[in-house]
T-cell receptor
């Protein structure tokens, strides 16, 4: 079945440093979604990427979707303590028996030291 | 306020007992989902329902059961057959089911501890 791998599992940064998490799918995706889960909270939708090679920005966050629609990344510039949490990617299968199913990566836990 | 509610926030049960987790949404969403979250494993899909009176097994349905008799409600029963029931359970909903590229809205979760 479809697998979505996310790395790294943990990332510790000093406030002001940049952060990147990567997401790779075993199959071609129709789209990819990113979610953030604050400590003790629930996942909250951040963004969705649909087009091959798409890049979207939200303030200090930059999201990319690979040309082959099998990988994605989230980059945070100049992290702040409010960025702390777990970032999940979730990919929707482009075809086959898993068409449209949303599969979550394992998440990257970001810790920001002030 | 529109949203998803899950109750209770914390739940404790003895081994061998069935327990039902509540999930209610007032977003008028067709699709609802149950996920299980364990440390280091992300979110794993237990069951999903794309429309009322219909539901399908997800990736880890063994030991769980659901019903979808009303659009706004999707309760999950953790049965005694579930070998490792202690986990954080998240309910989610979306406007429509898969294939429609809609984001999922999550409830606050229920942390179940079975001893």
């Amino acid at each position: 079945g479809q697998q979505v791998m996310q790395i790294p599992q943990y990332q510790h940064v000093q406030e002001g440093e940049d952060f990147t998490t990567y997401c790779n799918s075993s199959t071609t995706l129709s789209n990819i979604q990113w979610y953030k889960q604050r400590p003790g909270g629930h996942p909250v939708f951040l963004i969705q990427l649909v087009k091959s090679g798409e890049v979207k920005k939200q303030k200090r966050l930059t999201f990319q979707f690979g040309e082959a629609k099998k990988n994605s990344s989230l980059h945070i510039t100049a992290t702040q303590t409010t960025d702390v949490g777990t970032y999940f990617c979730a990919g929707q299968a482009a075809g086959g028996t898993s068409y449209g199913k949303l599969t979550f990566g394992q998440g990257t836990i970001l810790t920001v030291h002030p | 306020d529109g949203g998803i509610t899950q109750s209770p926030k914390y739940l404790f049960r003895k081994e061998g007992q069935n327990v039902t987790l509540s999930c209610e949404q007032n977003l008028n969403h067709d699709a609802m989902y149950w996920y299980r979250q364990d440390p280091g494993q992300g979110l794993r899909l237990i069951y999903y329902s794309q429309i009322v009176n219909d539901f399908q097994k997800g990736d880890i349905a063994e030991g769980y059961s659901v019903s979808r008799e009303k659009k706004e409600s999707f309760p999950l029963t953790v049965t005694s057959a579930q070998k490792n029931p202690t986990a954080f359970y998240l309910c989610a909903s979306s406007i429509a089911g898969w294939g429609n590229h809609y984001e999922q809205y999550f409830g606050p979760g229920t942390r179940l501890t079975v001893t």
